[in-house]
Structures are given as C-alpha cells and as structure tokens.
C-alpha cells in the first residue's frame, strides 16, 4: 500500500514539476519574440530616411562575461528601381586584434526590396574568462552583393 502511494506521489509531482517547466519556457521564447518586435518597431522609428544601417541599442554596448545578450540590425536597400531586390550579407570584425569573430552569431537578411529595411538579429556572448574592465572594438560590415553597402563601429565593454 505504501509503495502505490508513494508512486503515485512521485508521479504527481512529475507531472507539476513538467508543468511547472513548460510554463517557464513559454514565457522566456514569449519574452525574446517581444524583444525582437520592440527591437524592430525601434529600427523603423529612428532610422533616418538617409541611413544605409541603424544599430539597436546604440554603439558601445555592456556584456557580462558568459552571458548572452542580442541586438538588432537595419539595413535599407536605396535601389532605384522599385521591383528590384538585392542580396545584404553582415559580418562583424574584430579591429583592436582582441575580440573575437566567433562572440557573434549572425541572422542575415538575404534579399531586401527596394525601399525596404531589412532586419537581422545577433546575438553576443562573450567568454566566461573575459577579464571585468576591458573593452572591445570591431566593425559591422554590411555588404550588398560583393561590395560594402555600410559599416558601423561598436564597442563592447565587460562590466565590472
């Protein structure tokens, strides 16, 4: 008798405890689609009507060793035929000789009308062994085709 009880238990608890866990996850993916919405929403309103690129959360951004973090980047296609598309590839480049390439993992945009701005999402996360205190520099370069369409300076420093 005791040991029906105790499955039983232990089955209740399983199924609270997965609940429980599900319940987390959907709140987090529902929390990073809405940081990414406000991250575009943001990109159309401030991006000037001259601007090739616009940088979510300005130039130097704060990093906590091992931690992830993403922003966002908008690209506008000054094509001047209405109905073409190009292709938009970004990349980011460590220019102090510190930083690494591989801290960045890169959405890209693929084609963009015309007119348009494209989006693409990158998510940052430094190594867990980054010093507190120091910073990094690199360039986003944001290529149409095979040419450089823009590119932005960043500075990424380690909080303390």
């Known amino acids: 008798m005791t040991t029906v009880i105790v499955i039983v238990l232990g089955v209740t608890l399983l199924v609270l405890g997965l609940v429980f866990v599900r319940g987390i996850f959907t709140k987090v993916s529902g929390l990073t689609e809405e940081a990414f919405s406000d991250a575009e929403r943001e990109i159309q309103q401030r991006m000037g009507a001259s601007d090739n690129i616009y940088v979510s959360g300005g130039l130097r951004w704060e990093a906590e060793p091992g931690e992830a973090f993403a922003r966002v980047v ?58 507190p205190g120091t910073s990094y520099t690199f360039r986003i370069i944001v290529k149409k085709g095979n040419e450089e369409h823009a590119s932005q300076p960043i500075i990424i420093s380690v909080k303390e």
């Open 74 to 131: 908008g690209i506008r296609n000054f094509d001047e035929n209405p109905d073409s598309s190009a292709n938009f590839i970004v990349d980011i480049l460590p220019t102090d000789n510190k930083g690494k390439k591989e801290w960045f993992t890169i959405g890209q945009p693929g084609n963009i009308m015309a007119g348009k701005i494209g989006t693409v999402p990158i998510e940052v996360r430094l190594p867990s062994s980054t010093p």
